[in-house]
């Protein structure tokens, strides 16, 4: 069992930043790949990105390359996203998802733990 919790949302304009934590309880952290993923009013939740167990290996939805980054520090059991360049599509609830090691995947079903989630709203 692991627990997930999410904080460092908000509100902020349009071109801002905001950098999100998920820190995590429970089982050995360094045991599972996380992901971020959100949900917008109306819109099914979406993969947003996703770290390996060790750190090394990431991957991006296209409408956040090279605007977001995910870390994670193994020793403060908490993962990171980092979010610049926010846009008002990025308002939606953020929230932090871990599965057992393997392969960074996009797919929700596939993570067994979840975080209460984060509200994120960007104005225009």
């Known amino acids: 069992q692991v627990q997930l919790v999410e904080s460092g949302g908000g509100l902020v304009q349009a071109g801002g930043s905001l950098r999100l934590s998920c820190a995590a309880s429970g089982r050995t952290f360094d045991n599972y790949d996380l992901a971020w993923f959100r949900q917008a009013p109306g819109k099914e939740r979406e993969f947003v990105t996703g770290?390996?167990?060790?750190?090394?290996?990431?991957y991006y939805a296209d409408s956040v390359k090279g605007r977001f980054t995910i870390s994670r520090d193994n020793a403060k059991n908490t993962v990171y996203l980092q979010m610049n360049s926010l846009k008002p599509e990025d308002t939606a609830v953020y929230y932090c998802a871990a599965k057992i090691i393997g392969s960074i995947v996009s797919d929700r079903f596939v993570y067994r733990y979840w975080g209460q989630g984060t509200q994120v709203t960007v104005s225009s």
């Open positions: 770290i390996s167990w060790s750190g090394g290996n990431t």
